[in-house]
C-alpha cells in the first residue's frame, strides 16, 4: 500500500510566493500615490483657505469706506504658507467683481486655484 503524501509542491510555493511580491510591490507603489495625494490635498485646501480670507478681507475694506467700495483696489502678488495671492478688483454696475488667484508650486509646474465673487456697494 502506497503512503499518501502531505503538502505543498516546490512549484505551489513558488507560484505563491511570486503571486504575494507581486501584491506587496503594488501596495507599496500605491501607499506612495496617496501620499503625494494627500500632500496635493493639504495644499489644494490651504491656498483655497488663504482665498477666502483674501475675499473676506477685501469685503471689510469695501463696507468699511464711504461710500462703500473706495478703497478697492487690485493688488498683489502676496506670499504666506508658500501660496502667492493676486487679486483683481472691476467695477460692475453698483458692485465690484473680485477675482482672487491662488498659485503654489507642485511636482509638475504651478498649480493655481481661482475664486470669483461679487461685492454690492
Not at 493639504?42 to 477685501?58: E, G, P
Amino acid at each position: 500500500m502506497k503512503q499518501a503524501r502531505s503538502g505543498f509542491t516546490i512549484i505551489e510555493v513558488l507560484v505563491a510566493v511570486t503571486v504575494l511580491a507581486v501584491g506587496v510591490v503594488a501596495l507599496a507603489g500605491s501607499a506612495g500615490a496617496v501620499t503625494r495625494m494627500i500632500g496635493r490635498g493639504k495644499i489644494d485646501t490651504r491656498a483655497a483657505q488663504l482665498a477666502i480670507q483674501k475675499v473676506d478681507s477685501l469685503r471689510l475694506v469695501a463696507y468699511s469706506t464711504t461710500p462703500r467700495c473706495t478703497a478697492l483696489a487690485t493688488g498683489g502678488p502676496a506670499t504666506t504658507d508658500r501660496v502667492t495671492l493676486s487679486w483683481t478688483v472691476a467695477a460692475n454696475g453698483t458692485g465690484r467683481d473680485v477675482n482672487v488667484s491662488a498659485s503654489y508650486a507642485t511636482g509638475r509646474g504651478t498649480h493655481t486655484e481661482a475664486l470669483t465673487t461679487y461685492i454690492e456697494c
